[in-house]
């Protein structure tokens, strides 16, 4: 399976970008990203997902390393709404999607 | 457009007594789960549907049942609660299990066993 390496927690400010790092250095040649993210009290929230190129929806940006050993999930402009713990996690298909939720990385964001 | 819903949101039980936590679903999603996550840790899978009439085993399965009748409801049973499933519980679907499909959450059932 592979593993995944993020920092515990980030601080950003309102309205500044964020950059989100992954380091999943063991993924396979198959395995996508998928980036969820945790808000207090809620359920995961899907972020976005992604294979090899880089990619962009409404919530953020994925870039994926050229190597696909490490990824960056981009928020263009961080709000309050946005503090959350975010997990990057490459699903594990045995039988089923098993999503395996880590320690994940802790945004806060100051207003 | 609902999502996954979860009933209840709380509940109380006491050690030995049975329950079930509901998940239904909207999207006509194939695929569908339960995670339990305990204070300060990760999401573990309890058991999980890949279509109606088929169930298997997560992992941590044990004292937990699940049947899958129908494409909507996923519901889980506790068969004689522990203080040890203590726990929030939530519900996944997508539309089915390749590792390219988004998972949608519930808001989750807080659980807990006295």
């Known amino acids: 399976d592979a593993k995944t390496t993020q920092p515990n927690s980030m601080e950003s400010n309102e309205e500044e970008p964020v950059h989100l790092p992954c380091n999943h250095s063991?993924?396979?040649?198959?395995?996508?990203i998928h980036w969820y993210r945790q808000l207090p009290s809620q359920g995961p929230e899907y972020v976005i997902h992604g294979l090899t190129s880089n990619v962009n929806n409404r919530m953020a940006s994925l870039a994926i390393a050229e190597d696909r050993k490490s990824s960056t999930l981009i928020l263009h402009r961080a709000t309050l709404r946005d503090a959350a713990v975010y997990y990057c996690?490459?699903?594990?298909?045995?039988?089923?999607?098993?999503?395996?939720f880590g320690q994940g990385t802790r945004l806060t964001i100051n207003p | 457009n609902a999502g996954v819903t979860q009933t209840p949101k709380f509940q109380v039980l006491k050690t030995g007594q049975s329950m079930t936590l509901q998940c239904a679903q909207d999207m006509n999603h194939e695929y569908m789960s339960w995670y339990r996550q305990d204070p300060g840790m990760g999401l573990r899978l309890i058991h999980y549907?890949?279509?109606?009439?088929?169930?298997d085993q997560g992992e941590v399965p044990n004292g937990y049942n699940v049947s899958r009748s129908t494409t909507e409801d996923f519901p889980l049973r506790l068969l004689s609660a522990a203080p040890s499933q203590t726990s929030v519980y939530f519900c996944a679907s997508s539309e089915d299990r390749r590792s390219n499909q988004p998972q949608h959450f519930g808001d989750g059932t807080r659980l807990s066993i006295l």
């Open positions: 549907s890949v279509g109606a009439g088929i169930t």
């Open positions: 063991t993924i396979s040649g198959t395995d996508y």
């Open positions: 996690i490459p699903p594990i298909i045995q039988g089923a999607q098993k999503l395996v």
